[in-house]
């Protein structure tokens, strides 16, 4: 099984709408991301989170919020999905320390029309 | 300034030949550390490889070496014998320590990529 699994995989839904995006992880780490990717524009920082009890903004939170339910559990949700947040969402797990790589999870393909 | 540059959008190869993926970093922290991920046409991240500021040796993980040049911060990633197999995106990624808000967040800023493509 894998380490850390995002649901759903492929979404499609309409402007307006609330949608949320989860992630879980096996590997006991405490530290939690999501990621947006854009064609020709890399990797972006959504939010990040410590432990359940301390999450951070990260380069590009406006319009989304994020809920750590657990250790191993990390949503992101869009309140009012629009167009432009049509993306390849990533969650990533990483342990303490700035020399451990980061484990992601296979992608959320989200499109908002 | 970006944080991660990658120069080369797209870059062919030959099966079986050597290859440089370019990727220069900014940055005023004295402790960061080097990454560089895979992302085959399925979409999923993959680590290949780390290089740590204070590391006097290159990075080498199997085909991939990491050619680290702290003073023209540059993490070049090197794939020896290319295979098929390695067409791919190619990110280059950067961990400050201090960075974002000076809390050391330990996120990863992420440069936009290399397209490569092996050709047979």
């Known amino acids: 099984d894998a380490d850390v699994t995002q649901t759903p995989r492929n979404r499609i839904t309409k402007t307006g709408k609330r949608i949320m995006l989860e992630c879980s992880q096996t590997k006991g780490h405490d530290r939690m991301y999501w990621y947006r990717q854009d064609p020709g524009l890399g990797l972006r920082l959504i939010y990040y989170s410590f432990d359940v009890k301390d999450i951070n903004k990260g380069e590009i939170s406006d319009g989304y919020s994020v809920s750590r339910q657990a250790q191993a559990k990390f949503s992101l949700s869009l309140e009012s999905a629009i167009p432009n947040q049509t993306a390849l969402y990533f969650c990533?797990?990483?342990?303490?320390?700035?020399?451990?790589?980061?484990?992601f999870g296979p992608g959320t393909r989200l499109t908002v029309t | 300034a970006q944080k991660i540059t990658q120069t080369q959008p797209g870059m062919f190869v030959q099966e079986k030949e050597a290859v440089t993926l370019d990727c220069t970093y900014d940055t005023s922290d004295p402790s960061y550390g080097l990454f560089w991920y895979k992302q085959p046409s399925s979409g999923e991240m993959i680590f290949l490889i780390y290089?740590?500021?204070?590391?006097?040796q290159n990075a080498t993980e199997g085909r991939y070496s990491l050619n680290f040049q702290k003073a023209r911060k540059s993490a070049n990633l090197v794939i020896s014998a290319s295979q098929l197999g390695d067409s791919a995106m190619y990110f280059c990624?950067?961990?400050?320590?201090?960075?974002?808000?000076?809390?050391?967040?330990?996120?990863?800023?992420f440069g936009k990529g290399t397209k490569l493509s092996v050709i047979p």
């Open positions: 990533a797990t990483s342990e303490g320390g700035y020399s451990y790589e980061q484990y």
């Open positions: 990624a950067m961990r400050e320590v201090t960075a974002y808000s000076g809390a050391g967040s330990y996120q990863l800023t």
């Open positions: 290089q740590g500021s204070y590391d006097q």
